[in-house]
């Protein structure tokens, strides 16, 4: 099994940045594919990122180049580049990763972006 845990959120003005890290707490060579999703206050959670096989990545329509994810296997962490932050993109970001059938997921990290 493996355990994640996401570091990076904070408060921050509209257009600002902000970099998120998914520390995983064992390897990640074996983990294909990591992602990112978040999670409005009164809204479903949905997806924002992926990782697979290290270099193919996959974004939610609502990213348009804002974000980009990465992956430092030799640090067994995953990150997501947030730039032009919107109000909007006020959630609960969460990482999780599917190892040997089964889905874990970490215990989210707040972002607020005010305008």
């Known amino acids: 099994q493996v355990q994640l845990v996401e570091s990076g959120g904070d408060w921050v003005q509209a257009g600002g940045s902000l970099r998120l890290s998914c520390a995983a707490s064992r390897s990640i060579d074996s983990i294909y594919s990591m992602r990112w999703y978040r999670q409005a206050p009164g809204k479903q959670r949905e997806f924002v990122t992926s990782?697979?096989?290290?270099?193919?990545?996959s974004y939610g329509d609502f990213v348009k180049g804002r974000f980009t994810i990465s992956r430092d296997n030799a640090k067994n962490t995953v990150y997501l580049q947030m730039n032009s932050l919107k109000p909007e993109d006020t959630a609960v970001y969460y990482c999780?990763?599917?190892?040997?059938?089964?889905?874990?997921w970490g215990q989210g990290t707040q972002v607020t972006v005010s305008s």
């Open positions: 990782i697979s096989g290290g270099t193919r990545t």
């Open positions: 999780n990763a599917v190892d040997s059938g089964r889905l874990y």
